[in-house]
Structures are given as C-alpha cells and as structure tokens.
C-alpha cells in the first residue's frame, strides 16, 4: 500500500514557495517563481515560519518549529530541521529520483543480478542512499559535512536500515573518488549531486563549473565491468537538463547505453503551479 506523502507545495510566486512538510506549513525564497501567487497573501501570512534571505539569512517565528520533526516523502522517513540556511534537511523535488533509484535496483536484483553496489556522492541527509538501500544496493555514502552523515545515519535508523550495507564516509570528494581508483574498488552505479560551490574538512574548494568535469571522469573509473547507471542532478543555476546531458553524455561516450535528462520539480495538488528546482541527467544501459 502506497504511504500517503507528507510534503506538498501549496503555492509559489513572488520570488517566493509556501510549502507544507507534515503539520507545519514554510514560506521561503523561490528564486524561480517569477509568476504572481495564486492564493491570497491571508493564506501566506497563515505560513508557521517563513525564511529570508533579504535581511541576513534569518528566520522568522522559528520557535514555532519543533527542534525536529519526521515526514514520509517516496515512502521514506526523514528527519527534518530548520537549519541556518532555510534548508530542512530534504530536497522534495528530488522524489522521482528517488523512486526512479530504488525501482532501477530491485529491477536488477529481481533480473538475476546476486547484489548490486552504489557509490554515493555529495549525499546531504542521504535520501538517494535511503532509496538505494531500500532497493537492495549496497551503499557508500560519501558527503564532507560530518554533521549531515549523522543526518543521513539517522534517516536510515528511521528507515530500518541500520544494519543494511551502508559505508558512511565523510571525506572530500576527489581525494575519496582518487582512493578508490588506486584501491581498484568499482561500484555498478554512481548517483552525484555536486554543489555549486563547496567546501572540504581541509577547506578543499569545490566548483561544478570547474571540477565536474574531473568528478565524472572519476566516476566512469569506478564503473563496474556491468554498470547500471550514473545519476547527475545539480541545483546550479544556468546548468540546464540539455547542458546536463551534454555533460554526462561526454563523460560515458564509448559505454553504449542512452542518457535522459529533465527538470526536477516541485509539485503540489493538480492546480498548483509546479516550481522547477534544478535539473538532472541520466545515463543508463
């Protein structure tokens, strides 16, 4: 029986989403909803906290958040928070990605494959791990922020997963993907959402524009002798599904295999203007 999903957009406009995560309904910055707002500015004002980044990053009426509370969104439980920077520790348009990961491991699971094996990368609170897992993969989970690995640990513990294959490593990207070639480890599939600019646990710096490229290269490195997919999402603005899939498309030419690529989205009831939020790319054999 399908789990009723508890984040839904109910609004967007004005440079601004209102969004409902469980109980407790969020107004923050949108900077893609350039349309006018559909529902009346009483329903907005209703919001429990709202998020600007007008006047310093801050909160307001964050107390009447809980410190932390759960939601189900694809059928999985996650952890939420309000942090310093108006995330919650989830990105909902990321769902279809989610159910499209879990389905593509117990498709490969249930056409004969004995394990099938993941890498990761750039994992945040862990819902592609979360996902992976609960197709059957095992999992490296790699992100830089300690503090978020203990997120995602957490979301897994809500998930059932604390004893499924999981490595949960907090490292700088390229120096891990570097390990692991020399190492000779190979997974069947890679899943990356790269900042658009990031730092290490040694101040490493991360650019997509200047180190994706590289990331890539490195991930068709540890491609298993019978991969199954690389998964390429990006909130980077400018980093269009078509520069998506000609980026990716570079990175496997020669594996066979077709890449896909679409906007990620954020969506509510069917009247609802749904908001884009970045962009992904697929390829797959």
């Known amino acids: 029986m399908k789990v009723p999903d508890d984040y839904e957009l109910l609004d967007s406009g004005g440079g601004r989403k209102l969004e409902r995560f469980g109980s407790h309904v969020l107004s923050r910055p949108c900077s893609q909803a350039v349309w ?13 906290a709202t998020f600007d980044r007008s006047d310093g990053n801050r909160w307001h009426n964050r107390g009447a958040l809980p410190g932390a509370w759960e939601i189900t969104a694809a059928q999985m439980r996650f952890k939420l928070s309000g942090t310093d920077f108006g995330h919650l520790g989830i990105f909902p348009e990321q769902r279809e990605q989610w159910r499209w990961i879990r389905g593509r491991f117990r498709s490969a699971l249930a056409g004969g494959r004995d394990k099938v094996s993941v890498l990761n990368l750039f994992a945040y609170s862990g819902g592609s791990t979360l996902a992976a897992a609960l197709g059957g993969a095992e999992v490296c989970h790699l992100d830089a922020s300690k ?18 294959p999981i490595r949960w490593i907090s490292d700088d990207a390229h120096k891990f993907l570097h390990r692991e070639v020399r190492r000779g480890r190979v997974y069947d599939a890679v899943i990356l959402d790269p900042p658009t600019f990031g730092r290490g646990q040694n101040n490493e710096m991360y ?22 997919f690389i998964l390429l999402s990006a909130h980077t603005p400018g980093y269009t599904p078509v520069v998506m899939q000609n980026v990716l498309g570079q990175a496997t030419e020669g594996l066979g295999g077709r890449v896909e690529s679409g906007e990620m989205m954020l969506t509510g009831a069917a009247d609802v203007l749904p908001v884009p939020s970045g962009a992904y790319a697929r390829w797959q054999v």
């Open 36 to 48: 006018a707002q559909a529902l009346p500015d009483a329903v907005w004002q209703e919001a429990h």
């Open 207 to 228: 650019k997509i524009e200047r180190d994706l490229p590289e990331t890539l290269a490195l991930c068709r490195r540890l491609l298993s002798k019978e991969p199954l």
């Open 147 to 164: 503090g978020m690995v203990q997120w995602a640990r957490e979301n897994a513990a809500l998930n059932g997963l604390s004893d499924h």
